[in-house]
């Protein structure tokens, strides 16, 4: 009676942990844009009126100035 080893389910060839790994990094990236995405959507929000007063300033300063419009 010869007797075989079997390998764990869980053993992989090489090749295929490097295709896994490159799966997980990918996702990281993408967690990774979707954060600074996340981070520009509040600085746009948390400086948005902060902007477009300076800028209603500015514009007001010009015209009257210049007698233009802005």
């Not at 490159?22 to 948390?46: C, D, K, N, R, T």
């Amino acid at each position: 009676m010869s007797q075989r080893q079997e390998q764990p389910a869980t053993a992989q060839p090489p090749s295929r942990v490097v295709r896994s790994e490159s799966g997980a990094s990918a996702v990281e990236y993408g967690l990774l844009i979707a954060g600074v995405a996340a981070l520009i959507v509040a600085a746009v929000f948390i400086l948005g009126g902060t902007v477009r007063d300076s800028y209603e300033d500015f514009c007001t300063d010009v015209a009257t100035r210049t007698g233009s419009t802005c």
